[in-house]
């Protein structure tokens, strides 16, 4: 039998399994992608990603603003450019997040191609195989994604209605510690998070910020949602409260167009010079083009009317899911009701798989994403992450509409046959952290 290496290569799926980098090990598609087949069929009601709605974006203003970037700076727009970001916007950027607060220099702001490509970045450059860092939970998909692809270890903190308890991030601190591990940053998302649809208080950020200055540790504060408030005026970012130890993350895709993959970091200066360097050796240059058009769209047009425009629609579709859910969602069901952003936080009656259920719910035309998306540690099995951004409101409450009836027959049958949910071989908790309910 013929047991050289070429055969025994020709008879796997992956020839090239035993090349890969350990690194790779890390890198696996997450549940929403692996979802995107079936959302997307237009039979589907898709309360499961959470795509901008950009129906309300005036086309003519951005097709006039793209125009004169051809126009009159088409060679330049076509170019390579800066590893840093054009200057205007980097000015541009600084207007938009004195919004929250933040004064800061142009020169601080390094743009990226998304804020996924900063959070990218900044893990590369700080952290070695093995770093812990810090994060909610439950946290944002696309971060844990980087954070594991780096093999790093991710400690979550618990949250509740206010957002990251701060006697969680104190507990979590000291147990790595006592570990002898060394953690690199907490990751948040302070406002409307991505998924637990909770925002920090501003008591809490204050207290958080004076947390990780005591014990040195940097804060990735991860902001695409923070202009997209429902109530009142935006609330200060975590940035604001200090100039020290805090990389902000911004983003034109949910303020503006996601197609444009346009964000931002601010950073110290000292870090900003070590992000530029990761960007130029990841990309060369973010796309001026990209950012060309972003400048000439925020120059030429009421850009924060449209912000209110968007957050008038997203506060509409916030509305008609909280109805739908107090009207038809089963007893044991919670849920809390976001103040802005696009998610909504759902919690199953005890026993009950929302990713053991999935299947159920496709068939029946109705895609969530399953809790245990947003966790690196397996929990998350009882809840689910509902978005309201994309859909309408009459799509929105017949997709909760078909929820309902799954989440019933499912009840149904477990109460008929008594059926054990198990994660890894143990058995899943009847109610895991965040306790985000008001509801």
Not at 284 to 295: G, K, N, V
Not at 347 to 364: C, H, I, W
Request: one cysteine or more.
């Amino acid at each position: 039998m013929d047991t050289s290496p070429t055969t025994r290569s020709s008879n796997r799926l992956d020839p090239y399994v035993d090349r890969y980098a350990a690194r790779t090990a890390g890198m696996t598609q997450s549940e929403i992608r692996a979802l995107f087949a079936v959302a997307s069929r237009p039979e589907v009601v898709s309360l499961a990603g959470g795509m901008p709605n950009i129906s309300g974006l005036p086309l003519d203003v951005v097709a006039g603003a793209i125009d004169g970037v051809v126009r009159e700076h088409g060679t330049v727009a076509m170019q390579y450019g800066s590893g840093q970001g054009i200057p205007e916007l980097r000015e541009q950027i600084t207007d938009v997040m004195r919004l929250e607060g933040i004064e800061a220099h142009p020169d601080d702001v390094v743009v990226t191609v998304g804020s996924q490509q900063a959070v990218d970045l900044v893990t590369r450059i700080f952290c070695d195989p093995g770093d812990v860092i810090i994060c909610e939970a439950p946290s944002y998909v696309g971060a844990l994604g980087v954070f594991k692809s780096y093999q790093c270890d991710v400690v979550h903190a618990e949250m509740d209605a206010d957002g990251l308890r701060p006697d969680a991030l104190r507990a979590a601190i000291a147990s790595v510690r006592a570990a002898g591990k060394t953690i690199k940053f907490l990751y948040t998302i302070p406002n409307f998070h991505n998924p637990a649809g909770v925002t920090l208080s501003v008591e809490r950020r204050r207290e958080i910020v004076e947390i990780c200055a005591e014990e040195n540790i940097l804060i990735l504060e991860d902001n695409p949602y923070g202009l997209l408030g429902f109530d009142g005026e935006p609330l200060p970012a975590m940035r604001s409260m200090s100039n020290d130890n805090i990389i902000y993350l911004g983003s034109f895709s949910k303020t503006f167009a996601p197609g444009f993959r346009v964000g931002w970091a601010l950073a110290p200066h000292t870090v900003r010079e070590k992000l530029v360097l990761a960007q130029e050796s990841a990309t060369l240059c973010p796309p001026q083009f990209s950012q060309m058009a972003i400048s000439a769209y925020l120059a030429s047009h009421d850009w924060q009317g449209q912000i209110k425009q968007f957050r008038e629609m997203y506060r509409e579709r916030r509305d008609a899911m909280v109805s739908a859910l107090e009207d038809m969602m089963p007893a044991g069901c919670h849920w809390n009701v976001p103040s802005g952003g696009f998610y909504v936080w759902l919690t199953l009656p005890p026993g009950v798989n929302a990713k053991a259920m999935l299947p159920r719910a496709v068939t029946a035309r109705v895609a969530y994403v399953p809790g245990t998306a947003f966790f690196a540690d397996g929990f998350g099995s009882s809840s689910m992450r509902l978005s309201y951004c994309y859909p309408t409101p009459e799509r929105i409450r017949e997709g909760v509409r078909r929820l309902a009836g799954v989440i019933e027959e499912e009840m149904e049958l477990r109460q008929t046959f008594g059926a054990i949910d198990t994660i890894g071989g143990r058995l899943a908790p009847s109610a895991e952290y965040p306790s985000t309910d008001t509801q």
